[in-house]
């Protein structure tokens, strides 16, 4: 009967030693393996929407591809290095013992809010995407395209391209010359003598957009008129792109730099 009693004893002490240890060391160690779990799963998720915008723009800059303006690439880089800044680092693996589970946990579970740093990205990639395709716009673009952007601009009254009977220069289509060569003509000016045309009249009647292959041809350009220009008055002059945009000298300085600006704003718009 002793015997008996003291295996009940001994079950009794046995089931009361695995239920203490399951009480103060399995329980708290499943608890804690949960909430890291629970806090490892959520910040990885925000993690990955992160990467994924990170990437997404990263892919853009690696292209190669140049902007219109260099800013937006220059904005870009910046917020890249303010998201991998702000990115919560998640550990490896999760510890063994419960006390430093529960450590572990406390390091990650952080109120993480992405949402600024994700905004910050999206309108980084997407001023840069615009640029790019800005630049490439204003890269070698068409006779048509040129003739469509400068009807649009207020005060442009007529439009002519030249062709090889009439090219005042003799560039178009040679080595080193211009592709397209669209004069304008602009209201409010009189030029002095007779004109056949707009052609004829050259820049004087309003001003003339030159198209080139590449930049270094529109700088070469832009460089030999600047040359002559102590010879007679060739008027303003700006390279954009591979497009030299020139304005007649019949206008005043602020009306030059003002249309100036107003065809390169349409010559860029994305539509």
Same mark, same amino acid.
């Given at each position: 009967?002793?015997?008996?009693?003291?295996?009940?004893?001994?079950?009794?002490?046995?089931?009361?030693?695995?239920?203490?240890?399951?009480?103060?060391?399995?329980?708290?160690?499943?608890?804690?393996?949960?909430?890291?779990?629970? %806090?490892?799963?959520?910040?990885?998720?925000?993690?990955?929407?992160?990467?994924?915008?990170?990437?997404?723009?990263?892919?853009?800059?690696?292209?190669?591809?140049? =902007?219109?303006?260099?800013?937006?690439?220059?904005?870009?880089?910046?917020?890249?290095?303010?998201?991998?800044?702000?990115?919560?680092?998640? =550990?490896?693996?999760?510890?063994?013992?419960?006390?430093?589970?529960?450590?572990?946990?406390?390091?990650?579970?952080?109120?993480?809010?992405?949402?600024?740093?994700?905004?910050?990205?999206?309108?980084?990639?997407?001023?840069?995407?615009?640029?790019? &395709?800005?630049?490439?716009?204003?890269?070698?673009?068409?006779? &048509?395209?040129?003739?469509?952007?400068?009807?649009? +601009?207020?005060?442009?009254?007529?439009?002519?391209?030249?062709?090889?009977?009439?090219?005042?220069?003799?560039?178009?289509?040679?080595?080193?010359?211009?592709?397209?060569?669209?004069?304008?003509?602009?209201?409010?000016?009189? %030029?002095?003598?007779?004109?056949?045309?707009?052609?004829?009249? #050259?820049?004087?009647?309003?001003?003339?957009?030159? +198209?080139?292959?590449?930049?270094?041809?529109?700088?070469?350009?832009?460089?030999?008129?600047?040359?002559?220009?102590?010879?007679?008055?060739?008027?303003?002059?700006?390279?954009? #792109?591979?497009?030299?945009?020139?304005?007649?000298?019949?206008?005043?300085?602020?009306?030059?730099?003002?249309?100036?600006?107003?065809?390169?704003?349409?010559?860029?718009?994305?539509?």
């Amino acid at each position: 009967m002793k015997r008996v009693t003291k295996i009940i004893i001994l079950i009794a002490a046995v089931i009361a030693i695995i239920a203490l240890g399951y009480m103060f060391v399995v329980k708290p160690h499943n608890e804690a393996v949960k909430k890291y779990d629970d %806090a490892y799963n959520c910040v990885y998720e925000k993690n990955k929407s992160l990467d994924a915008s990170i990437n997404e723009l990263q892919k853009i800059i690696d292209s190669g591809e140049q =902007p219109f303006e260099e800013i937006y690439k220059t904005n870009a880089l910046e917020e890249l290095q303010t998201a991998e800044k702000t990115k919560v680092v998640l =550990p490896e693996k999760m510890p063994w013992r419960t006390k430093d589970i529960i450590a572990a946990t406390e390091s990650i579970n952080v109120d993480v809010d992405y949402y600024d740093i994700l905004h910050g990205l999206r309108v980084a990639r997407v001023n840069l995407e615009n640029s790019i &395709k800005q630049l490439k716009q204003v890269t070698n673009p068409n006779e &048509k395209f040129i003739i469509e952007r400068l009807s649009r +601009v207020e005060g442009v009254k007529g439009i002519e391209a030249v062709t090889e009977d009439n090219d005042p220069n003799g560039l178009l289509n040679k080595q080193g010359g211009y592709t397209a060569s669209i004069y304008f003509e602009y209201e409010g000016i009189e %030029a002095d003598g007779d004109y056949i045309d707009i052609v004829d009249k #050259g820049t004087d009647g309003g001003g003339c957009i030159e +198209v080139y292959a590449n930049p270094q041809d529109a700088e070469k350009r832009a460089e030999y008129i600047n040359s002559v220009d102590i010879f007679y008055s060739a008027g303003s002059r700006d390279v954009v #792109g591979t497009c030299l945009i020139r304005v007649s000298d019949y206008l005043t300085a602020s009306q030059q730099k003002d249309i100036e600006e107003r065809i390169v704003k349409e010559l860029i718009e994305l539509d």
